[in-house]
């Protein structure tokens, strides 16, 4: 775990800082100063550019991880692999731009009333999609070489440092609605280009293509790869972005705004759990390339740990003080996702505790099968927005989402254990879940004060002693009392 927790503790440090930008572009800014409509707007477009990107890529950013060890010769400069993993998207992405504006008399009409709130920004929608697609790909280069922390900088605080000062231009009156969607897409632009100078400070922008690279492993094994890698992150990204778009289309562009904030705020709890992944997509590539089972079985139960740890606090903090951050937001309406954040709380808190199973699936010999469980997952997604939404509106996204989540997880456990007799479950996993209802329930029984902030406060301060004092005085977390010792010896004499 060595190389995973020095890259892991930087990424979680610069998360948890994005993770307070994050509270803050969401809970007092976007809300603050953005309808629930221009909200949406936004939303709308990043889901849209993200499925878009994702054709467009055909899975090369999975397949740049996955074969990069077999590439890996700094001499040569890595065989030539940065052309082709760049090149292939790039005219995936030619051709799907073509189809998305062929086929923008068909798509605008599904949202109704709103379509004119949607028209004008329908060519941006391609730009950040373009930026979208090249951002990933490099952050795939970049996690293939170990170096993933600036990608955490640059996606986690700086991008949202600069929404923030969008929104706040905005709120002032110095840009109108349009010029700040101009800037959203701006923003991301910016990350882009800032990734490729990394990558050139590093010394690993190898742009000159070399025969040597069809020599290394068969294209048409990477291209296979691909096709099966797209289906399977096209379908991913479905059960994610689906629920904004179909909000969108079925209630209202409002709707899909106030659902987006709700998405925000939940989103704080994945942010243990990607910050691990981001390390260890590669270091199970080379596992398998080792054909080390037994390290790879062990780092399969420690990360299921660390997340399930500071899944169930993150859940429980967010949970618990609801009530706090939407009394944060003048506008009202936002309010009315509560119910939704509780839905999309449980359902990444399962996906945490589920720990890799995705990755290790996705990185082993046996990868197509992912498909299989990210298409019909997929599949199952549409199926109850679609007969959801409209009775039950954004709730309906948010049951929709959840069920998705379980049901993938669950298949891809069972999987890892019957092919490769791996499973991330000890007797930890059912101690720290009873510790930290027990811990919640607590916190939750306390009487609400007169002041939102004081119940925060309280409720808080009660969640953290418990949940942290019976976790070390249980052991239940070995990683975390080994951290909390670290910093007993490095600040107390």
Request: glycine residues 8%; positive net charge; hydrophobic residues 55%.
């Amino acid at each position: 775990m060595g190389i995973v927790q020095r890259q892991g503790l930087r990424n979680t440090v610069i998360s948890y800082i994005g993770l307070a930008l994050g509270f803050v572009s969401t809970a007092l800014v976007l809300p603050n100063f953005l309808a629930p409509q221009q909200l949406g707007v936004t939303a709308t477009l990043a889901s849209v550019a993200t499925l878009y990107a994702q054709i467009a890529a055909f899975g090369f950013a999975s397949v740049g991880i996955r074969f990069f060890p077999y590439f890996r010769h700094p001499e040569s400069g890595h065989r030539g692999f940065l052309p082709l993993l760049v090149g292939v998207p790039l005219l995936g992405f030619a051709v799907v731009t073509a189809l998305y504006f062929l086929g923008k008399p068909v798509l605008l009409p599904w949202y109704g009333q709103d379509a004119p709130l949607l028209a004008p920004y329908y060519t941006w929608g391609a730009v950040l999609a373009l930026f979208t697609m090249l951002y990933s790909v490099q952050d795939a280069y970049l996690k293939a070489l170990y170096h993933t922390a600036f990608s955490s900088f640059v996606q986690d605080v700086l991008q949202r440092v600069l929404i923030i000062a969008g929104a706040l231009l905005f709120g002032f009156g110095f840009l109108s609605f349009p010029n700040y969607v101009l800037w959203f897409v701006g923003v991301n632009g910016t990350i882009t280009l800032l990734l490729t100078a990394y990558v050139a400070t590093i010394g690993e922008l190898h742009w000159r293509p070399t025969r040597q690279v069809l020599t290394v492993r068969p294209l048409r094994e990477l291209l296979g790869m691909g096709a099966f890698t797209l289906l399977g992150s096209l379908s991913g990204s479905i059960i994610m972005f689906i629920d904004t778009l179909m909000v969108g289309a079925q209630v209202s562009v409002a709707a899909a705004g106030i659902y987006a904030v709700a998405g925000y705020i939940s989103t704080a709890l994945a942010i243990p759990a990607r910050s691990l992944n981001k390390i260890a997509f590669p270091l199970l590539a080379d596992y398998w390339k080792q054909q080390d089972l037994p390290r790879m079985a062990d780092f399969y139960r420690r990360a299921t740990r660390l997340n399930t740890l500071l899944g169930c606090y993150l859940a429980l903090g967010i949970g618990l003080n609801l009530d706090f951050i939407y009394s944060l937001m003048r506008n009202t309406s936002y309010a009315e996702g509560t119910v939704v954040v509780l839905l999309l709380l449980g359902s990444k808190l399962f996906d945490g505790i589920t720990g890799v199973n995705a990755l290790i699936v996705i990185t082993s010999p046996r990868y197509r099968y992912d498909l299989i469980f990210n298409v019909s997952l997929a599949l199952l997604t549409v199926a109850l927005n679609w007969l959801l939404i409209p009775r039950l509106g954004m709730v309906g996204a948010a049951v929709a989402a959840c069920v998705a989540q379980v049901s993938i997880n669950v298949a891809r456990t069972w999987f890892v254990w019957h092919s490769y007799r791996m499973q991330p479950f000890t007797w930890r996993i059912p101690l720290i879940l009873g510790i930290a209802a027990a811990a919640g329930g607590a916190a939750w029984l306390l009487p609400a004060l007169s002041s939102p902030f004081l119940t925060m406060l309280l409720r808080s301060t009660v969640l953290t002693i418990l949940y942290g004092g019976i976790i070390l005085l249980t052991n239940s977390a070995p990683e975390a009392t080994g951290v909390l010792q670290k910093i007993s010896r490095r600040f107390i004499p």
